[in-house]
């Protein structure tokens, strides 16, 4: 964490909040806005910072300080390469405000190896053995780095040999394959096909550089005794929504969660789950639950995070609705805010990926303005997503890192501007 000692008029030191926040008593006289990168966390010089009528840069510490300013702000962020940012009823007096990279891949490395005693695994005659792959998730919400994809599906092993090839993220990563049995019926129609997971193998602890490979990693199966099965309740999603997908993880650190592709599985709210005393007595389960329609990620979409569960017995519980009255142009948007939500967004995309973000942090507003800092342009298609977002958390005291685990719910409306 960087710290820069300059002298305030309110007696408030400034800091970095760990992952971007707001705290440190309400705006008094002065407020102290750091400027991070979303990924990195390091500090971004000669951003451009907005508040009320005044513009300032960036320091060497990702630091601008404004003077005689009171009570909520709105605070407008523009920088090169990054996604425009603008945090409105803001009331804090030390903001810290990360910025997503708008271009660029994340670091990664090449990882293969072998799912040790492979050979050894029997299915019934007539089925096929396989196994997925995959690497832990770093717990930064939409992070690119959770999203790299392996070319030609190496990291999936059918048959009676494994030798699996995976792209992953950088930094401290586990590796964890789900066996299934696949049970064609007979018949080279795989639409009556059937597929059950039977067991799981990893490795935790792997140190990932960028562009560094590694070969030989050998996972280790987890045995019978550790494994039980896990149910899911979906409780009432939204009910246009009929689309549903799960994701059950294990929360191995702060950081770090191992993620279950249920979605392989037949019925995947009833399936084998490794116990999570397996990682260590601090892993907990968690259930990542999604409601969409057909268009899937291109239309309207709620996700339920349900963490650090003991037991797993799996309930999505509560759901956000969808946004309604939504209207958005390249300048305005308004929406009729979400029961539950605590706070509500807009982002704006176009072809090359995402232009501007506005998190509105006062529960009453249900507008907002484009300020002229960040205008969007004037011509080309635009997406729109107007989101709720749930959290139990004080908007004007918060750490996006340390209180990641308080987020439970996002749900989001698309609109397209011609």
């Given at each position: 964490?960087?710290?820069?000692?300059?002298?305030?008029?309110?007696?408030?030191?400034?800091?970095?909040?760990?992952?971007?926040?707001?705290?440190?008593?309400?705006?008094?006289?002065?407020?102290?806005?750091?400027?991070?990168?979303?990924?990195?966390?390091?500090?971004?010089?000669?951003?451009?910072?907005?508040?009320?009528?005044?513009?300032?840069?960036?320091?060497?510490?990702?630091?601008?300080?404004?003077?005689?300013?009171?009570?909520?702000?709105?605070?407008?962020?523009?920088?090169?390469?990054?996604?425009?940012?603008?945090?409105?009823?803001?009331?804090?007096?030390?903001?810290?405000?990360?910025?997503?990279?708008?271009?660029?891949?994340?670091?990664?490395?090449?990882?293969?190896?072998?799912?040790?005693?492979?050979?050894?695994?029997?299915?019934?005659?007539?089925?096929?053995?396989?196994?997925?792959?995959?690497?832990?998730?770093?717990?930064?919400?939409?992070?690119?780095?959770?999203?790299?994809?392996?070319?030609?599906?190496?990291?999936?092993?059918?048959?009676?040999?494994?030798?699996?090839?995976?792209?992953?993220?950088?930094?401290?990563?586990?590796?964890?394959?789900?066996?299934?049995?696949?049970?064609?019926?007979?018949?080279?129609?795989?639409?009556?096909?059937?597929?059950?997971?039977?067991?799981?193998?990893?490795?935790?602890?792997?140190?990932?550089?960028?562009?560094?490979?590694?070969?030989?990693?050998?996972?280790?199966?987890?045995?019978?005794?550790?494994?039980?099965?896990?149910?899911?309740?979906?409780?009432?999603?939204?009910?246009?929504?009929?689309?549903?997908?799960?994701?059950?993880?294990?929360?191995?650190?702060?950081?770090?969660?191992?993620?279950?592709?249920?979605?392989?599985?037949?019925?995947?709210?009833?399936?084998?789950?490794?116990?999570?005393?397996?990682?260590?007595?601090?892993?907990?389960?968690?259930?990542?639950?999604?409601?969409?329609?057909?268009?899937?990620?291109?239309?309207?979409?709620?996700?339920v995070l349900r963490q650090g569960l003991t037991v797993p017995t799996l309930a999505a519980g509560t759901w956000l609705n969808t946004p309604t009255g939504v209207t958005v142009t390249r300048t305005t948007a308004s929406w009729t805010p979400v029961a539950g939500a605590l706070v509500h967004s807009v982002a704006w995309a176009d072809a090359t990926g995402a232009l501007l973000e506005i998190t509105v942090w006062e529960d009453k507003r249900s507008s907002v303005e484009v300020p002229s800092l960040v205008a969007l342009p004037a011509t080309g298609t635009l997406t729109a997503h107007v989101q709720a977002i749930g959290a139990d958390l004080d908007p004007n005291d918060f750490s996006l890192e340390e209180d990641s685990g308080l987020l439970w719910?996002?749900?989001?409306?698309?609109?397209?501007?011609?």
């Open positions: 964490m960087l710290v820069a000692l300059v002298a305030c008029s309110n007696d408030v030191d400034p800091r970095v909040i760990a992952g971007g926040g707001v705290g440190d008593g309400e705006i008094d006289g002065e407020v102290n806005v750091f400027v991070i990168d979303g990924s990195t966390d390091v500090p971004i010089t000669n951003a451009t910072v907005e508040v009320g009528a005044k513009q300032l840069m960036t320091d060497a510490t990702g630091l601008a300080v404004f003077k005689d300013v009171d009570g909520p702000q709105t605070i407008t962020v523009k920088a090169t390469s990054y996604r425009s940012t603008v945090w409105v009823g803001v009331n804090g007096a030390n903001v810290t405000i990360p910025m997503p990279p708008t271009s660029g891949t994340p670091d990664s490395a090449t990882l293969s190896g072998t799912i040790s005693g492979w050979e050894t695994l029997t299915v019934p005659n007539g089925h096929l053995k396989g196994a997925l792959v995959l690497y832990s998730w770093n717990n930064t919400l939409g992070s690119t780095a959770n999203d790299i994809q392996t070319p030609n599906g190496t990291n999936l092993c059918i048959g009676q040999t494994c030798n699996w090839t995976i792209e992953s993220r950088t930094g401290s990563v586990t590796l964890l394959a789900t066996i299934v049995d696949r049970d064609p019926k007979g018949n080279l129609d795989p639409a009556d096909d059937t597929q059950t997971i039977i067991g799981y193998a990893y490795k935790t602890g792997i140190i990932v550089e960028n562009g560094v490979d590694q070969t030989g990693l050998a996972l280790t199966q987890v045995e019978p005794g550790n494994l039980q099965t896990a149910t899911i309740d979906k409780g009432m999603p939204p009910p246009a929504l009929t689309e549903l997908a799960y994701l059950v993880g294990i929360e191995l650190s702060s950081n770090e969660t191992a993620q279950i592709p249920t979605f392989i599985s037949t019925d995947p709210t009833n399936l084998l789950v490794p116990n999570r005393t397996v990682f260590g007595t601090d892993a907990m389960y968690r259930l990542t639950a999604v409601a969409q329609t057909a268009s899937g990620g291109m239309g309207a979409q709620s996700i719910g996002v749900s989001a409306q698309p609109m397209s501007i011609p």
